[in-house]
Protein backbone atom coordinates (compact mmCIF):
# COMPACT_ATOMS: atom_id res chain seq x y z
CA UNK A 1 0.00 0.00 0.00
CA UNK A 2 1.21 3.71 -1.18
CA UNK A 3 2.63 4.88 2.20
CA UNK A 4 1.67 8.70 0.96
CA UNK A 5 -1.83 10.11 2.47
CA UNK A 6 -4.65 9.85 -0.30
CA UNK A 7 -7.71 12.21 -0.32
CA UNK A 8 -9.71 9.96 -2.48
CA UNK A 9 -13.55 10.54 -1.83
CA UNK A 10 -16.29 8.26 -0.45
CA UNK A 11 -18.68 11.09 -1.29
CA UNK A 12 -18.78 13.78 -4.30
CA UNK A 13 -18.76 16.24 -1.62
CA UNK A 14 -15.72 14.63 0.64
CA UNK A 15 -12.68 16.75 -1.38
CA UNK A 16 -14.88 19.84 -1.28
CA UNK A 17 -15.08 19.59 2.53
CA UNK A 18 -11.44 19.98 3.25
CA UNK A 19 -10.90 23.21 0.90
CA UNK A 20 -14.38 24.49 1.87
CA UNK A 21 -13.84 24.90 5.46
CA UNK A 22 -10.89 27.97 5.12
CA UNK A 23 -13.56 29.10 2.51
CA UNK A 24 -16.92 29.55 2.74
CA UNK A 25 -18.27 26.60 5.26
CA UNK A 26 -18.42 25.42 8.45
CA UNK A 27 -17.08 21.38 8.70
CA UNK A 28 -18.26 20.17 12.00
CA UNK A 29 -16.97 16.66 13.05
CA UNK A 30 -20.45 14.97 14.03
CA UNK A 31 -18.27 11.82 15.28
CA UNK A 32 -14.57 10.74 15.79
CA UNK A 33 -13.04 7.30 16.62
CA UNK A 34 -9.89 4.66 16.08
CA UNK A 35 -10.71 1.53 15.72
CA UNK A 36 -7.15 -0.27 16.39
CA UNK A 37 -8.45 -3.70 16.15
CA UNK A 38 -9.18 -2.41 12.14
CA UNK A 39 -6.70 0.28 11.94
CA UNK A 40 -9.19 2.56 10.51
CA UNK A 41 -9.71 6.12 11.71
CA UNK A 42 -12.88 7.84 11.06
CA UNK A 43 -14.83 11.16 10.85
CA UNK A 44 -18.18 11.64 10.27
CA UNK A 45 -18.38 15.04 8.99
CA UNK A 46 -21.67 17.52 8.60
CA UNK A 47 -20.46 20.56 6.16
CA UNK A 48 -22.62 24.00 6.15
CA UNK A 49 -23.14 26.37 4.40
CA UNK A 50 -24.79 29.51 3.88
CA UNK A 51 -25.89 31.62 0.02
CA UNK A 52 -27.04 34.74 -0.30
CA UNK A 53 -28.02 36.54 -3.29
CA UNK A 54 -29.46 40.11 -3.68
CA UNK A 55 -33.30 40.25 -3.08
CA UNK A 56 -33.47 36.47 -2.63
CA UNK A 57 -33.93 35.04 1.24
CA UNK A 58 -30.55 33.14 2.71
CA UNK A 59 -30.32 30.03 2.12
CA UNK A 60 -28.69 27.17 4.30
CA UNK A 61 -27.40 24.04 2.81
CA UNK A 62 -26.15 20.98 5.19
CA UNK A 63 -24.35 17.98 3.72
CA UNK A 64 -22.72 14.87 5.00
CA UNK A 65 -19.47 13.61 4.64
CA UNK A 66 -17.22 10.63 5.95
CA UNK A 67 -13.65 10.60 6.42
CA UNK A 68 -12.07 6.96 6.77
CA UNK A 69 -8.24 6.70 7.35
CA UNK A 70 -7.42 3.03 6.60
CA UNK A 71 -4.08 1.19 7.69
CA UNK A 72 -3.22 3.82 10.69
CA UNK A 73 -0.98 2.85 13.19
CA UNK A 74 -1.90 5.06 15.70
CA UNK A 75 -3.86 8.50 16.46
CA UNK A 76 -2.74 10.96 18.97
CA UNK A 77 -4.55 13.63 20.61
CA UNK A 78 -3.63 17.04 22.78
CA UNK A 79 -5.51 19.61 24.21
CA UNK A 80 -8.77 17.65 24.18
CA UNK A 81 -10.51 16.62 26.76
CA UNK A 82 -12.09 13.40 26.40
CA UNK A 83 -15.33 14.61 28.17
CA UNK A 84 -18.98 16.12 26.69
CA UNK A 85 -19.13 13.71 24.38
CA UNK A 86 -22.79 15.33 22.79
CA UNK A 87 -20.16 18.30 21.34
CA UNK A 88 -19.63 18.62 17.97
CA UNK A 89 -16.17 19.97 16.82
CA UNK A 90 -15.25 22.66 14.25
CA UNK A 91 -12.59 21.50 11.80
CA UNK A 92 -10.03 24.12 10.08
CA UNK A 93 -7.79 21.71 7.85
CA UNK A 94 -6.36 18.08 7.46
CA UNK A 95 -2.57 18.93 6.69
CA UNK A 96 -0.37 16.34 5.46
CA UNK A 97 3.04 16.86 7.36
CA UNK A 98 5.28 13.82 6.01
CA UNK A 99 4.11 10.96 3.99
CA UNK A 100 3.69 8.92 6.75
CA UNK A 101 1.23 11.50 8.97
CA UNK A 102 -1.29 14.04 9.36
CA UNK A 103 -2.66 16.80 11.94
CA UNK A 104 -6.13 17.60 12.12
CA UNK A 105 -6.72 21.30 13.10
CA UNK A 106 -10.11 22.48 15.49
CA UNK A 107 -11.25 25.79 15.89
CA UNK A 108 -9.60 26.92 19.22
CA UNK A 109 -11.98 27.09 21.88
CA UNK A 110 -14.88 26.51 20.09
CA UNK A 111 -17.36 24.18 20.14
CA UNK A 112 -20.96 23.37 18.32
CA UNK A 113 -23.70 21.47 20.64
CA UNK A 114 -25.74 19.25 19.09
CA UNK A 115 -26.09 16.84 16.02
CA UNK A 116 -23.85 14.32 17.26
CA UNK A 117 -25.61 10.57 17.66
CA UNK A 118 -22.07 9.00 18.64
CA UNK A 119 -22.31 6.59 16.08
CA UNK A 120 -19.01 4.71 15.96
CA UNK A 121 -19.84 2.53 18.96
CA UNK A 122 -17.43 0.75 21.01
CA UNK A 123 -14.31 -0.06 21.13
CA UNK A 124 -13.55 3.30 20.59
CA UNK A 125 -10.10 4.42 21.79
CA UNK A 126 -9.96 8.05 20.57
CA UNK A 127 -12.74 9.75 20.87
CA UNK A 128 -11.73 13.33 20.52
CA UNK A 129 -15.04 15.71 21.63
CA UNK A 130 -15.69 18.84 23.60
CA UNK A 131 -14.50 22.23 24.53
CA UNK A 132 -10.87 22.82 22.51
CA UNK A 133 -7.88 24.08 23.93
CA UNK A 134 -5.50 26.62 21.72
CA UNK A 135 -3.60 24.32 19.11
CA UNK A 136 -5.30 21.80 20.14
CA UNK A 137 -5.37 18.70 17.11
CA UNK A 138 -5.90 15.12 16.16
CA UNK A 139 -2.07 13.58 14.85
CA UNK A 140 -2.67 10.63 13.27
CA UNK A 141 0.54 8.49 11.91
CA UNK A 142 1.18 5.53 10.03
CA UNK A 143 0.51 4.90 6.25
CA UNK A 144 -3.21 6.14 5.29
CA UNK A 145 -5.48 5.45 2.54
CA UNK A 146 -8.88 7.64 3.04
CA UNK A 147 -11.84 5.68 1.45
CA UNK A 148 -12.38 2.70 0.34
CA UNK A 149 -10.55 0.32 -1.60
CA UNK A 150 -12.19 -1.24 -4.86
CA UNK A 151 -11.81 -4.49 -3.47
CA UNK A 152 -13.27 -3.97 0.03
CA UNK A 153 -16.21 -6.34 0.32
CA UNK A 154 -19.99 -5.16 0.42
CA UNK A 155 -21.70 -5.75 3.47
CA UNK A 156 -25.06 -6.70 3.73
CA UNK A 157 -26.98 -6.38 7.36
CA UNK A 158 -29.84 -8.02 7.86
CA UNK A 159 -31.86 -8.52 11.38
CA UNK A 160 -32.37 -11.42 13.82
CA UNK A 161 -35.39 -13.07 14.46
CA UNK A 162 -38.71 -13.39 12.60
CA UNK A 163 -37.60 -10.91 9.83
CA UNK A 164 -34.94 -12.93 9.04
CA UNK A 165 -36.78 -15.88 8.45
CA UNK A 166 -38.90 -14.09 5.89
CA UNK A 167 -36.05 -12.73 4.25
CA UNK A 168 -34.61 -16.02 3.73
CA UNK A 169 -36.22 -16.71 0.80
CA UNK A 170 -35.48 -13.61 -0.94
CA UNK A 171 -31.53 -14.00 -0.19
CA UNK A 172 -32.08 -17.68 -1.84
CA UNK A 173 -33.97 -16.01 -4.85
CA UNK A 174 -31.08 -12.92 -4.94
CA UNK A 175 -28.59 -15.91 -5.36
CA UNK A 176 -26.72 -15.37 -2.38
CA UNK A 177 -25.79 -18.24 -0.38
CA UNK A 178 -24.11 -17.64 3.19
CA UNK A 179 -22.08 -19.91 4.57
CA UNK A 180 -23.21 -23.00 7.12
CA UNK A 181 -23.15 -20.97 10.35
CA UNK A 182 -25.42 -18.83 9.23
CA UNK A 183 -28.55 -21.21 9.62
CA UNK A 184 -27.22 -22.56 12.79
CA UNK A 185 -29.67 -21.40 15.89
CA UNK A 186 -26.65 -22.31 18.34
CA UNK A 187 -23.39 -20.19 16.06
CA UNK A 188 -22.50 -16.66 18.12
CA UNK A 189 -20.81 -15.99 15.03
CA UNK A 190 -22.40 -12.34 13.43
CA UNK A 191 -20.03 -12.08 10.05
CA UNK A 192 -20.67 -14.88 7.50
CA UNK A 193 -18.77 -14.98 4.08
CA UNK A 194 -20.88 -16.01 1.39
CA UNK A 195 -20.82 -17.42 -2.33
CA UNK A 196 -20.06 -14.39 -3.68
CA UNK A 197 -16.37 -13.69 -3.03
CA UNK A 198 -17.35 -9.43 -2.51
CA UNK A 199 -20.22 -10.07 -0.31
CA UNK A 200 -20.58 -10.43 2.90
CA UNK A 201 -23.42 -10.62 5.58
CA UNK A 202 -23.46 -9.68 9.11
CA UNK A 203 -26.82 -10.02 11.54
CA UNK A 204 -27.50 -7.75 14.34
CA UNK A 205 -30.50 -6.64 16.02
CA UNK A 206 -32.98 -4.83 14.36
CA UNK A 207 -32.63 -1.60 15.31
CA UNK A 208 -28.78 -1.44 14.55
CA UNK A 209 -29.05 -2.52 10.92
CA UNK A 210 -30.05 1.31 9.93
CA UNK A 211 -27.21 2.63 12.04
CA UNK A 212 -24.56 -0.10 10.46
CA UNK A 213 -25.59 1.54 6.71
CA UNK A 214 -25.80 4.88 7.75
CA UNK A 215 -22.68 5.34 8.75
CA UNK A 216 -20.75 2.86 6.06
CA UNK A 217 -19.57 -0.03 8.36
CA UNK A 218 -22.07 -1.85 6.39
CA UNK A 219 -23.30 -0.50 2.24
CA UNK A 220 -27.18 -2.75 1.96
CA UNK A 221 -29.80 -4.39 4.85
CA UNK A 222 -32.85 -5.22 5.31
CA UNK A 223 -34.69 -2.69 7.65
CA UNK A 224 -38.41 -2.37 8.83
CA UNK A 225 -40.07 1.07 7.61
CA UNK A 226 -40.24 1.75 11.78
CA UNK A 227 -36.86 1.83 11.88
CA UNK A 228 -36.14 3.83 9.11
CA UNK A 229 -39.09 6.55 10.34
CA UNK A 230 -37.40 6.39 13.84
CA UNK A 231 -33.92 6.95 13.20
CA UNK A 232 -34.74 9.41 9.93
CA UNK A 233 -31.22 9.03 8.62
CA UNK A 234 -30.27 11.26 5.73
CA UNK A 235 -27.46 8.57 4.78
CA UNK A 236 -29.71 6.02 3.76
CA UNK A 237 -31.79 5.26 0.72
CA UNK A 238 -34.38 2.97 0.61
CA UNK A 239 -35.66 1.99 -2.82
CA UNK A 240 -37.33 -0.78 -2.78
CA UNK A 241 -40.10 -2.30 -0.36
CA UNK A 242 -39.73 -5.89 0.32
CA UNK A 243 -43.04 -6.51 1.44
CA UNK A 244 -42.25 -8.57 4.11
CA UNK A 245 -42.66 -8.04 8.46
CA UNK A 246 -45.48 -6.26 7.51
CA UNK A 247 -47.48 -5.09 10.55
CA UNK A 248 -48.30 -1.79 11.97
CA UNK A 249 -47.23 0.91 14.64
CA UNK A 250 -50.63 1.91 16.75
CA UNK A 251 -51.46 3.38 19.93
CA UNK A 252 -53.12 0.96 22.29
CA UNK A 253 -54.35 1.86 25.95
CA UNK A 254 -56.65 -0.17 28.80
CA UNK A 255 -60.01 -1.88 27.36
CA UNK A 256 -61.72 -0.13 30.46
CA UNK A 257 -60.11 3.33 29.47
CA UNK A 258 -60.82 3.10 25.90
CA UNK A 259 -64.55 3.10 26.26
CA UNK A 260 -65.26 6.31 27.65
CA UNK A 261 -61.79 7.95 26.02
CA UNK A 262 -61.73 10.76 23.14
CA UNK A 263 -58.07 10.90 20.97
CA UNK A 264 -59.70 13.77 19.54
CA UNK A 265 -59.79 15.53 23.08
CA UNK A 266 -55.89 14.55 24.01
CA UNK A 267 -53.81 17.59 24.99
CA UNK A 268 -51.18 15.80 26.33
CA UNK A 269 -50.28 12.14 26.76
CA UNK A 270 -47.66 9.77 28.39
CA UNK A 271 -46.60 7.13 26.35
CA UNK A 272 -44.87 4.15 26.68
CA UNK A 273 -42.57 3.15 23.35
CA UNK A 274 -39.56 2.16 21.46
CA UNK A 275 -39.72 4.64 18.91
CA UNK A 276 -40.14 8.42 21.03
CA UNK A 277 -39.29 10.45 17.70
CA UNK A 278 -41.99 8.87 15.69
CA UNK A 279 -44.81 8.78 18.84
CA UNK A 280 -43.45 12.98 19.24
CA UNK A 281 -43.89 13.80 15.78
CA UNK A 282 -47.09 11.64 15.42
CA UNK A 283 -48.88 13.70 17.91
CA UNK A 284 -47.14 17.07 17.45
CA UNK A 285 -48.61 16.69 14.36
CA UNK A 286 -52.07 16.87 16.34
CA UNK A 287 -51.02 19.91 18.95
CA UNK A 288 -51.16 17.08 21.50
CA UNK A 289 -47.43 16.87 23.33
CA UNK A 290 -46.55 13.77 24.11
CA UNK A 291 -44.44 12.53 27.22
CA UNK A 292 -42.48 9.24 26.01
CA UNK A 293 -40.93 6.73 28.46
CA UNK A 294 -38.44 5.02 26.23
CA UNK A 295 -38.40 1.25 26.92
CA UNK A 296 -37.08 -1.63 24.73
CA UNK A 297 -39.51 -4.12 24.97
CA UNK A 298 -42.47 -5.11 27.16
CA UNK A 299 -44.34 -2.24 26.40
CA UNK A 300 -47.55 -4.16 27.53
CA UNK A 301 -46.68 -3.67 31.49
CA UNK A 302 -46.49 -0.15 31.36
CA UNK A 303 -50.36 0.61 31.66
CA UNK A 304 -51.29 -2.22 34.67
CA UNK A 305 -47.75 -0.97 36.65
CA UNK A 306 -48.51 2.80 36.07
CA UNK A 307 -45.70 3.73 33.82
CA UNK A 308 -48.08 5.15 31.58
CA UNK A 309 -51.48 5.31 30.36
CA UNK A 310 -51.10 4.36 27.06
CA UNK A 311 -48.28 2.72 24.70
CA UNK A 312 -47.02 2.99 21.24
CA UNK A 313 -46.00 -0.55 19.59
CA UNK A 314 -45.88 -2.70 16.70
CA UNK A 315 -48.80 -4.48 16.34
CA UNK A 316 -49.60 -7.78 13.85
CA UNK A 317 -52.19 -9.90 15.09
CA UNK A 318 -53.47 -8.11 17.75
CA UNK A 319 -53.01 -11.29 20.18
CA UNK A 320 -50.57 -9.78 22.80
CA UNK A 321 -52.25 -6.32 23.04
CA UNK A 322 -55.84 -8.26 24.05
CA UNK A 323 -53.86 -10.59 26.77
CA UNK A 324 -52.56 -7.91 28.30
CA UNK A 325 -55.47 -5.98 28.54
CA UNK A 326 -55.24 -3.12 25.98
CA UNK A 327 -56.82 -2.35 22.68
CA UNK A 328 -55.58 -0.40 19.54
CA UNK A 329 -57.39 3.26 19.59
CA UNK A 330 -54.66 5.09 16.73
CA UNK A 331 -53.12 3.92 13.79
CA UNK A 332 -50.04 5.48 13.13
CA UNK A 333 -48.18 4.11 9.94
CA UNK A 334 -48.54 0.59 8.38
CA UNK A 335 -45.01 -0.87 8.36
CA UNK A 336 -43.18 -3.35 5.62
CA UNK A 337 -39.02 -4.04 5.18
CA UNK A 338 -37.24 -2.09 3.16
CA UNK A 339 -33.96 -3.04 1.29
CA UNK A 340 -31.67 0.34 2.45
CA UNK A 341 -28.01 1.33 1.14
CA UNK A 342 -25.76 3.64 2.14
CA UNK A 343 -25.97 6.96 0.02
CA UNK A 344 -22.40 7.40 -0.30
CA UNK A 345 -21.38 3.77 -1.23
CA UNK A 346 -24.17 4.00 -4.14
CA UNK A 347 -21.97 6.74 -5.65
CA UNK A 348 -19.33 4.91 -5.11
CA UNK A 349 -19.78 1.29 -5.57
CA UNK A 350 -21.13 0.57 -8.59
CA UNK A 351 -22.04 -3.22 -7.52
CA UNK A 352 -23.99 -1.61 -5.01
CA UNK A 353 -25.93 -0.41 -7.75
CA UNK A 354 -26.39 -4.40 -8.90
CA UNK A 355 -27.61 -5.09 -6.31
CA UNK A 356 -30.53 -3.15 -5.76
CA UNK A 357 -31.40 -4.22 -9.46
CA UNK A 358 -31.46 -7.35 -8.10
CA UNK A 359 -33.25 -7.06 -5.08
CA UNK A 360 -35.58 -4.81 -7.23
CA UNK A 361 -35.96 -7.84 -9.70
CA UNK A 362 -36.35 -10.59 -6.61
CA UNK A 363 -39.16 -7.94 -4.70
CA UNK A 364 -41.41 -7.71 -8.24
CA UNK A 365 -41.33 -11.43 -8.47
CA UNK A 366 -42.19 -12.89 -4.80
Avoid at 338 to 365: C, M, Q, Y
Wanted: proline share 4%; charged share 25%; glycine share 6%.
Amino acid sequence: MDDKLKLSALDADDLGVISAAIQDSLVAVRDCAYFAGEKRFVLLLNRFRWEADPGVETRFWRTHSALVFNEVNAVHHHAIPLKEPDRVLELLSVGLENDRSATLRFAADRAIRGGCRGALANPVEARPSGRLGRNAGIRVTGAMVVSSEANEKLILAVPKGRILNEAAPLLVAADIEPEEAFADPDSRQLRFTTNHADLDIIRVRSFDVATFVAFGAAHLGFAGYDVLMEFDYPEIYAPIDLGIGKCRLAVAEPAEMAGSDDPRRWSHVRIATKYPEVTRRHFAARGVQAECVKLSGAMELAPSLGLSHRIVDLVDSGRTLRENGLVEVEHIADITSRFIVNRAALKTRPEVGHWVDRFREVSKAA
